[in-house]
């Protein structure tokens, strides 16, 4: 007596659970029931699990009975015509799909030739046990199943042709990589996804060396030259948005060149890339703090403010700036109207990203690394027949990680590019290393793929041979241009005095407290003190009552708000933080007298 | 000879010239050992600790960078026979904190002659092992119509503790008061001397019997005997520091415990300060760090200079602390602002965290010295 669960919850019990499961899997395969169930039977606990819900993973399987795959030459030949799809073959239970607990029940085979009377299904291919881009990483069958799942994830952050209408699209935030090319080394997936639609990457030589020391820790060395060339160059696209917002009493944003009246006007020279209707030109080189779309709104607080400010009335400056540290070129206006029918203006403009020392790029390996230094063409190493490599990749970085498929991916590449074809990389059945090795021999080189290296700047020959070769490298989406920052002084917060926090709003680094602690342990007191001067005050104290005493400036003279005039006042110099905490305290109804005494 | 080391008397720590009297060769040249004497002098000022130094901090940072390593980390011994006491962080958590009790409270108790050789020392350390009625007894009943508890008891188990029925009828009678007590074979059977007994009032007494100590010493609840260094000494889980080394053939001397606080009340502070090094020092070298012991040192002397074993918590050490700016900025903040406020604190912000809320030179390294001009009158 097994008992039944379905969906988890208790339904009933049978007798004969094995043939119970068989003929729910019969049902199945012939259509009578839902495709979507699965069943599973525990034999330990003699228990009987049937899925419906959703939220299960599932993989498709063929399935085998007797030892013979119910997938046939026939159904192969009438697929190719188009004749049948893969639905139909799902429809005659030939491929059935099964989830985590149902393949606990199953024995697979990867191979035909591997079935044995044991086995319930036969692997459509090995790669469907991969993921779309788990597939994309070449000979990954060679690697740890780490630096895999590591290569499927950086080429997700890889720039490329995201998208070929990107000309007319407004995106946000986005990145194209220019002369983006289709990999040597690729497996079936690159083309079932329509891989050479959409590239990512570039191939070029590679060559496995130091380099001075410019790229230890999995930094990576680009030939200048290359890069002049156009190796790993890429366009960042930014949009500016401003709308004319509606606003109560039938007033209006209006989009135009702010007058000098407006509140807020920034600078003749701020508005200069403006045309008459207050958006910039296209091709408009802008940079940081022009203006973009020109705009100003109805002043705020109509009503209340009239009868005492004269300059009531006057409108407000609410242009679209760029930002702090951008710059670029208007790419492409768009001027449309939202769906409040308000009129709205897009700006987006461009910026070209050349590869510079900090910029992130990848193999398909999971190898990623930083430039660590762009050398001159003229000092990059060469080889016997002159090949200069594009980019130098740091030897330490293979033993330690055992990305084997890798160099195996640098040498195929290298047969590829000898031979002008496509190597075929495809996890667990790519063309065989052997045969790689063999046509590489063919084309004059040495099969293992060292060649003879000459040291760039001396000329003197390389004692040891250099392993080169060709691969697809990927610039990764992680640009120092958009994370550069510095500030030696900035902007500061309103309430504490103390720099504004994060790079888009300028702000300072924070010296945090165990940073505090290490100039202490040092017993640098005063550099510390300099370290915290960002918000440093002075505040001038009655010396009568210790409460904060009043500087008139107008007058030329200090007195006490309880104490009057005659009395000492001096100025100290404290934290604003610390004159805000004395003001929480007032606050809170906590009375505090700070009673100063001559320092020395 | 004695006269050159009366010179250095007031310029060494007496440890030292004793520590050379006594590795010195016999017969010494007097240059010689004054050349020693003044090399040491030297070594020992150059050990010492500049003014100014921030001692404490440079303490924490020394101790708190291997614990960012530890991170829970902790180790377990594995198999039947060894005990399971608390390693890595949480112990060193757990010591700071100055808890109440470790949470695997474990004795080392070091033995006399002829037990220390190995003269019964199972038979020993078993008569140590707290036993209680409910480790002997099989069942405890309540007869509800004599409103009665009966207990039945394992005869082989009190035969290994070498007790009788009567015994334990007696040890019973003893500790619990109020109850009539009879006895049949393998059988206890306890009435209330009080008339009319609620069934609820029953079942509390029969929880309590259950806890009646019947052997050994309260609280040890494991013992194992171990060879060290050609001596054998009993490890135990379970701690009870004041019972033990008053029991015959236990070493009062080198007995301990791993409860600080057991060990201040029983032996007092510089006790409780020594145990203190040598648990957190013995932690530290456990998981492969090294850290310097005075930095642990200067820790336990802040725990003990108070007379009482303090935690380094908001609730020990931190509330001595002189400024009230400086305990508001460690936890509670609120708290120690308006207490402060309520008696009318004056904050002398001689130390280093209210100077650097002030953004003040903090009173270190460099803050100290300060420059006195003498201006005359003209």
């Known amino acids: ?600 | 000879m004695d006269n050159i080391f009366a010179e250095y008397e007031d310029k060494l720590p007496v440890k030292i010239i004793e520590d050379i009297k006594n590795n010195i060769p016999k017969g010494i040249a007097q240059n010689k050992l004054r050349k020693i004497l003044e090399l040491v002098l030297e070594e020992y000022e150059n050990a010492k600790v500049h003014p100014g130094e921030a001692v404490g901090l440079v303490s924490a940072e020394s101790i708190g960078e291997p614990g960012t390593q530890m991170t829970l980390n902790t180790f377990h011994f594995a198999g039947v026979a060894e005990m399971n006491v608390t390693l890595g962080l949480p112990r060193i958590i757990e010591i700071l904190d100055g808890r109440e009790t470790p949470d695997t409270p474990a004795m080392e108790i070091y033995l006399k002659a002829p037990y220390s050789g190995g003269k019964d020392i199972r038979e020993f350390a078993l008569s140590l092992k707290e036993t209680k009625l409910s480790n002997i007894a099989d069942e405890f009943s309540i007869s509800l119509i004599n409103s009665e508890i009966e207990i039945k008891l394992n005869k082989e188990k009190m035969k290994a503790h070498s007790l009788t029925t009567p015994k334990v009828a007696a040890i019973i009678a003893k500790q619990i008061k109020g109850l009539n007590i009879r006895e049949s074979e393998e059988l206890i059977i306890l009435k209330s001397r009080a008339k009319e007994e609620s069934l609820n009032e029953i079942y509390k007494a029969k929880e309590k019997i259950k806890d009646v100590h019947i052997k050994g010493v309260k609280g040890i609840s494991q013992v194992l005997p171990i060879k060290r260094n050609d001596e054998y000494v009993i490890i135990t889980s379970g701690s009870n520091l004041a019972d033990v080394i008053q029991l015959e053939g236990v070493d009062p001397y080198r007995t301990t415990t791993n409860n600080i606080i057991e060990v201040q009340q029983v032996l007092g502070i510089e006790a409780a300060r020594q145990l203190i090094i040598n648990e957190v020092f013995k932690v530290i070298e456990n998981q492969g760090f090294n850290v310097d012991i005075r930095h642990i040192m200067l820790v336990a002397d802040t725990m003990c200079v108070s007379g009482k074993v303090k935690g380094i918590t908001r609730y020990g050490v931190v509330s001595e602390k002189a400024s009230a700016l400086a305990r508001a900025s460690f936890e509670t903040p609120i708290k120690h602002i308006i207490n402060a406020a309520l008696i009318g604190e004056i904050d002398q912000l001689e130390s280093v965290v209210e100077n650097v809320m002030l953004n003040q030179a903090v009173p270190i390294g460099t803050g100290i010295p300060q420059l006195i001009a003498n201006f005359k009158k003209k």
């Open chain 1, 1 to 600: 007596m097994a008992e039944v669960y379905l969906n988890s919850k208790f339904v009933g019990s049978v007798d004969d659970a094995p043939n119970f499961v068989s003929r729910l899997r019969e049902e199945r395969r012939i259509g009578s029931i839902t495709a979507n169930l699965n069943v599973y039977y525990n034999e330990k606990i003699d228990e009987v699990y049937v899925e419906t819900s959703k939220g299960r993973a599932r993989r498709p399987l063929i399935v085998v009975k007797d030892m013979q795959p119910l997938l046939t030459e026939k159904h192969l030949k009438q697929l190719e015509k188009n004749e049948i799809s893969w639905s139909d073959l799902v429809k005659q239970g030939i491929i059935e799909y099964l989830d985590a607990a149902e393949e606990e029940n199953a024995l697979v085979a990867f191979f035909e030739k591997d079935i044995t009377p044991e086995h319930t299904h036969l692997e459509i291919t090995p790669l469907a046990m991969f993921g779309l881009t788990s597939s994309l990483v070449p000979y990954g069958n060679f690697n740890q199943s780490t630096r895999v799942n590591a290569g499927s994830k950086n080429q997700k952050q890889a720039l490329g042709l995201y998208s070929s209408n990107f000309a007319v699209r407004m995106d946000m935030d986005v990145n194209l990589l220019h002369y983006s090319q289709n990999p040597i080394v690729k497996s079936i997936m690159h083309d079932i996804s329509n891989y050479s639609k959409h590239p990512a990457g570039q191939n070029i030589v590679v060559a496995v060396m130091s380099y001075k020391g410019y790229n230890m820790e999995d930094a990576v060395i680009l030939n200048k030259a290359s890069v002049e060339r156009g190796f790993g160059r890429s366009t960042y696209f930014r949009p500016c948005t401003s709308e004319e917002l509606r606003y109560s009493g039938g007033l209006i944003d209006q989009i135009c060149i702010p007058d000098k009246d407006v509140k807020g006007y920034k600078s003749e020279r701020d508005y200069r890339f403006l045309e008459e209707d207050g958006i910039v030109y296209p091709e408009a080189q802008v940079a940081e703090g022009d203006v973009v779309i020109g705009k100003t709104s109805p002043p705020r607080f109509l009503s209340s403010l009239e009868e005492y400010n004269l300059a009531a009335g006057t409108r407000r400056e609410s242009s679209v700036n760029m930002k702090h540290g951008e710059q670029g070129v208007v790419d492409f206006i768009l001027l449309t109207e939202n769906e409040e029918g308000n009129r709205l203006v897009q700006v987006r403009v461009r910026d070209e990203r050349v590869p510079e020392i900090g910029d992130k790029f990848t193999s398909r390996h999971g190898q990623k690394g930083v430039v660590g230094l762009i050398v001159p063409e003229a000092d990059m190493p060469f080889s016997v027949s002159g090949i200069i490599p594009d980019l130098i990749f740091s030897p330490h970085g293979i033993p330690s990680r055992m990305t084997i498929s890798h160099l195996i991916e640098m040498l195929g590449g290298k047969v590829g590019a000898l031979a002008g074809r496509y190597i075929n990389g495809t996890t667990f059945d790519a063309e065989p290393e052997e045969k790689i090795r063999e046509e590489l021999k063919s084309l004059g080189f040495r099969e293992n793929g060292v060649e003879t290296f000459y040291n760039g700047i001396t000329g003197e020959v390389l004692e040891a041979k250099i392993f080169v070769g060709n691969m697809y490298y990927l610039k990764l989406k992680h640009l120092v241009a958009n994370k550069i920052h510095s500030r030696a002084r900035g902007p500061v917060q309103l309430l504490t005095r103390q720099p504004t926090e994060g790079r888009a709003k300028e702000g300072g680094l924070r010296l945090g407290e165990m940073e505090k602690d290490t100039f202490v342990a040092h017993g640098a007191s005063l550099l510390l003190k300099e370290r915290f001067d960002s918000d440093k005050t002075v505040v001038p104290i009655c010396e009568n009552c210790g409460l904060i005493a009043i500087k008139d400036e107008y007058k030329g003279k200090k007195y006490c708000s309880v104490c009057g005039e005659n009395v000492e006042i001096t100025d100290i110099e404290i934290s604003y933080a610390f004159k805000l905490i004395l003001d929480e305290f007032k606050s809170l109804g906590i009375n505090q007298r700070l009673q100063l005494k001559s320092k020395y």
